[in-house]
Structure formats: structure tokens, C-alpha cells
């Protein structure tokens, strides 16, 4: 129990300490909000599906208590640590076709409670859909899908890179 505690630990303050630093960096947010997140996914791996939703609640808290950024609060209690506690369930399914569709299910609902908290936080839209064309619109839509799957993919890589590689070496000594 005290090696979950601890590990676990480790991980929160390692997700908040990246999330932290997407909230000062001037770009390259994303990237560090999809690795904070595979913090998730080691936790899931390493102790259990549990111990992953408790990271991701201590790594929430946290990161609202710290960053005092509710932008970045919000991006990762809404979808990057979300998101890897519903991968692993949604990873389950039998066939690979009802797999994505849930996949990108989560996605496109997740995107929309995020817009629906922001307005409602904020009492304004993130976005001024005012003067777009119904293209461009569909444009941002379909080029949202096609970053997710490419997040989903990069994510499950690490996932089993750690596993294979890091976790197989941590076992062996």
C-alpha cells in the first residue's frame, strides 16, 4: 500500500509539474498537457484503474490550487486526464470499429462540455464563430478529429513503450 502511495505521488507532482509549465510556456502547451497525461496512463498501468482516477483527482486539485490558471485547470480536468481513465475502458471493446467510434465519441463530448464550462465560467464563448463560413467551421471540426487521433495513437505508444521497455526494466532489477 505505501509503494502506491508513494508512486502514486510521484506522478501527481509530476503531472502538476508539467501542467505547471504548459501554464508558463509560451507554446508548446499540447504537448506537455498529452505528457502529463500518459502520467495518468502509468498509473492505470503500474497500480490500477483506481489509483489512476486518484492521481488524476490529486493531480486536478492540485494543478487548480497551484497554476492559479483555470485555463489550464479546465483543459486537463476536462480532457487530458480525463481522457486515459476512458481509454482504458473504451480499449476493451472486441472490435477495433466500435472501439474508435467510442473513441471519438468521448472526444466530441468532451469538446463540448469544455465549450458549455468555459461559457459557463466565463459568461463568453473561447470562440467567436461570428464571420466564419460553415467550411471553415467544418474545417476546424475535422482537423480536431484528425489531432485527437493522432494524440489517441501517440498516447498508446508511450503507453506501451512503457510497459515493454521501462516498466520491464524496472521489474528486472
Known amino acids: 500500500m ?24 509560451p507554446s508548446g502547451k499540447l504537448g506537455l498537457y498529452a505528457l502529463a497525461s500518459v502520467t495518468i496512463a502509468i498509473a492505470v498501468v503500474e497500480l490500477d484503474i483506481r489509483w489512476g482516477a486518484v492521481v488524476y483527482g490529486g493531480s486536478s486539485i492540485l494543478i487548480f490550487l497551484l497554476t492559479g490558471n483555470i485555463n489550464a485547470m479546465l483543459l486537463f480536468t476536462i480532457f ?11 480499449e476493451k471493446q472486441s472490435s ?20 458549455f464550462v468555459f461559457k459557463l465560467l466565463f459568461g463568453i464563448s473561447p470562440i467567436n464563430l461570428a464571420g466564419y463560413t460553415v467550411w471553415i467551421l467544418l474545417g476546424v471540426i475535422l482537423g480536431g478529429q484528425v489531432v485527437f487521433l493522432i494524440y489517441d495513437y501517440v498516447l498508446s505508444r508511450l503507453i506501451n ?13
Open 80 to 90: 487530458f486526464g480525463s481522457y486515459p481513465l476512458l481509454k482504458y475502458y473504451i
Open 161 to 173: 513503450y512503457y510497459i515493454s521497455r521501462i516498466k520491464a526494466g524496472i521489474h528486472r532489477q
Open 2 to 25: 505505501s509503494r502506491r502511495i508513494a508512486f502514486g505521488g510521484i506522478l501527481t507532482a509530476l503531472c502538476v509539474v508539467l501542467i505547471y509549465f504548459a501554464a508558463l510556456l
Open 96 to 115: 477495433v470499429v466500435t472501439e474508435l467510434l467510442l473513441k471519438f465519441t468521448v472526444f466530441n463530448l468532451l469538446a463540448v462540455l469544455g465549450f
